[in-house]
């Protein structure tokens, strides 16, 4: 078989899984479906969970690589050698179940974030997912990137709302791990690896989630501080306190530049989100006392953690060069890497901008280019080997944004992780021809 026909044989065999009217070929939409400059061949658009296993067993019978992708929100990892199969999972958006007495519900991967916080929010509960664009993101790829946004510091990790998954392995073997319920412990945990595996072992294609009571109101204590060392003696007085905060965030005097207009662009700033009765917020306002200079409530409290939540891409759309880094740390140590960053970022001719939770230590850090300064590669490249150099081993400093010429001299993921052997193995187990975001994580 000639190359024209072996290409028109694959286009009929896709058309056959997803229908011809599913399957995208024009040059403008593949080119809007990139990765990192990378051009698909294909992008389709399957509408079952049987016609992604079909994808996947195409792809593995051709030797074609295949990138599952949602709402096309955030690209982390390395720029991919080539991408044959871009799998566009948006069609896969049903409510499956949902039961507000178990708060519990089930949706097919392809649902956005929108869309479940309001199916929940009609029963006053609460899916504590945030994301730039809650519209536009999917639940499968939230899942699958790990998307943890302010409330990771009252509600957990995402794998710790995560029940169950459904999935399509890298040979196109449908499979399941957990459940509707909190109970299920049966079986491999397969579920909480898949959870921030960025799409590398496995096509996520429904999610059984954990929802939580909404609070009856929601009210953000704000304290600024001239310096940093203040700011984090602060947050050290609300973690000893009894309080159970929804969000307890940081911010730098720069990131403060792209918040809403109600902040303070001269100090660090730090936010403490409370949730619940009357009394409750009295507790709150008694317990932080003196060192609260503003209080958010309503209207202005959504407006402004919007803007905490939309830190990334306000950065990156001002600053098209911007390197958005996430960075976690022991909290103990969390003052001493913001230190070392600014740091670094001076003597590299950039500026630094934090935005985080701090109690955990889970922060974005943003390096933007000096006012008329125009940075090179080696600048970003040299701040950013000088930091994980100064954390420590267990540090995690992953690039999740910065532009393609960039991503081509820094390592986004990092020094090579201690366990890269049992990662290679599951890797194997689950996608062994490699066919899966091929190229875009460290294996």
């Known amino acids: 078989m000639n190359t024209g026909s072996a290409i028109i044989s694959i286009e009929s065999e896709l058309a056959a899984i997803v229908g011809r009217e599913h399957l995208r070929e024009n040059a403008s939409v593949l080119a809007r479906h990139a990765i990192d400059g990378v051009v698909p061949e294909y992008v389709v658009e399957p509408g079952t969970e049987e016609e992604v296993a079909a994808l996947v067993r195409l792809a593995n019978e051709r030797k074609l690589t295949l990138y599952p992708e949602g709402g096309r929100t955030g690209q982390v990892g390395r720029t991919p050698p080539r991408a044959d199969i871009v799998l566009v999972t948006t069609r896969l958006n049903a409510m499956e179940h949902y039961d507000p007495g178990d708060l519990t519900i089930g949706v097919a991967a392809g649902a956005s974030v929108q869309s479940v916080r309001e199916a929940v929010a009609a029963n006053n509960q609460l899916l504590p997912i945030e994301v730039a664009y809650p519209a536009q993101s999917t639940i499968g790829g939230v899942l ?44 491999y945990d397969l579920m909480k690896l898949l959870v921030g595996s960025h799409g590398t072992l496995a096509v996520i294609t ?38 159970t905060p929804m969000c307890l965030e940081i911010a730098s005097p720069l990131a403060q530049e792209f918040f809403s207009s109600h902040s303070d662009r001269q100090t660090w700033r730090v936010m403490v989100r409370a949730g619940g009765s009357d009394a409750v917020m009295a507790r709150y306002a008694r317990e932080l006392g003196s060192a609260v200079t503003h209080v958010f409530e309503a209207q202005a409290e959504e407006q402004y953690w919007n803007s905490v939540v ?42 630094a901008a934090w935005s985080g939770r701090c109690a955990i230590a889970a922060l974005n850090l943003a390096l933007v280019p000096m006012p008329q300064g125009a940075p090179v590669v080696t600048q970003y490249s040299q701040a950013l080997n000088s930091l994980r150099e100064s ?44 066919v899966l975001n091929r190229g875009r994580f460290i294996l």
């Open 206 to 243: 429904a999610a059984n989630l954990k929802v939580y009571p909404a609070p009856r109101q929601t009210r953000t204590f704000v304290a600024d501080f001239s310096h940093l060392n203040e700011a984090i003696a602060f947050r050290d007085t609300v973690v000893r306190t009894p309080l």
């Open 144 to 187: 699958s990137r790990a998307a943890h946004g302010p409330l990771r510091h009252g509600y957990g990790p995402l794998r710790d709302s995560c029940l169950g998954l459904r999935f399509v392995t890298g040979d196109g073997r449908a499979a399941k791990s957990g459940g509707r319920v909190v109970k299920n412990v049966a079986g």
């Open 310 to 351: 939309e830190f990334g891409d306000r950065i990156s759309s001002r600053h098209q060069n911007a390197m958005v880094v996430a960075l976690s740390v022991a909290p103990s140590e969390l003052q001493h890497a913001i230190e070392v960053a600014e740091r670094l970022a001076s003597e590299n001719n950039l500026l």
């Open 391 to 434: 954390l420590a081993p267990d540090a995690a400093c992953v690039v999740t944004r910065c532009a393609s010429q960039v991503k081509q001299h820094v390592e986004v993921w990092g020094a090579t992780a201690t366990d890269i052997g049992a990662m290679r193995a599951v890797k194997r187990a689950l996608d062994g021809h490699d």
